[in-house]
């Protein structure tokens, strides 16, 4: 756009004011965050998917992780199918800045490994207070014990619907996740939380076979 800007990478930033900007054509990239949200959807409900408008090189050590869990992928340009495995198994993360393993997919994968073989260790290097979801997966029969930025989850074979709060928006998406592999009822609130960073959420899911309702 003819900016003068300089330090990318760096601890400063310089920015030399020009008089006028040019116009340019961006194409805005995938959302990544949702990308891995369908992906662990699958990867726990032994599901085999095909996501499109999806690119797994910005997902990359998602996709690892995932793999160590027993997931199969095959991607193209924009494209990634993922064929799950009957039961996966632990993986421990710890999150990071990007390149690294990302924070907002932490309660995501998290959610994932509550029905994984073995015992994960999550460590959550970013952001504090970002386990309040952990409780209302206990209450769905979740093992999960925290103590200040590690969870330690202990896979359990099956998780169960129960009435619990979304408290932010990835602890509410992992609820979701969480019920649609729950056996019974799953109600969850403050939905208004989650439908700030999905769009037509209930509709992909259901395209998906997910029995969910939004009221």
């Keep these: ?7 990318a990478g760096s601890n400063q930033i310089e920015i030399k ?4 900007l040019k116009d340019v054509s961006y194409n805005i990239m995938p959302d990544r965050i949702e990308t891995g949200t369908f992906l662990c959807l699958a990867a726990m409900t032994n599901g085999k998917v095909i996501l499109e ?5 910005y997902i990359t050590p998602l996709i690892d992780k995932l793999e160590q869990a027993g997931c199969k992928f095959e991607t193209q340009k924009n494209e990634i199918e993922i064929e799950a495995p ?7 993360i710890k999150t990071m800045p ?3 393993f990302p924070t907002d997919m932490q309660s995501i994968f998290a959610t994932a490994m509550t029905v994984a073989k073995g015992t994960s260790i999550i460590v959550e290097n970013i952001f504090e207070n970002r386990y309040k979801y952990t409780q209302e997966l206990i209450r769905m029969g979740a093992k999960i014990n925290v103590e200040g930025k590690t969870a330690v989850i202990k896979g359990v074979r099956k998780l169960y619907g129960a009435n619990v709060k979304a408290t932010d928006l990835r602890g509410g998406a992992s609820l979701v996740l969480a019920a649609a592999c729950a056996k019974g009822t799953t109600k969850i609130e403050n939905i208004e939380y989650i439908l700030r960073g999905y769009e037509k959420f209930d509709y992909k899911l259901q395209q998906l076979g997910v029995n969910i309702i939004i009221k």
Aim: aromatic letters at 4%; proline letters at 4%; glycine letters at 16%.
């Design 1 to 7: 756009m003819g900016a003068k800007i300089k330090g």
């Design 86 to 92: 009957k039961k996966l198994k632990a993986v421990n």
């Design 53 to 57: 408008n999806a690119q797994s090189n």
């Design 17 to 20: 004011g020009v008089k006028n």
């Design 98 to 100: 990007y390149p690294g």
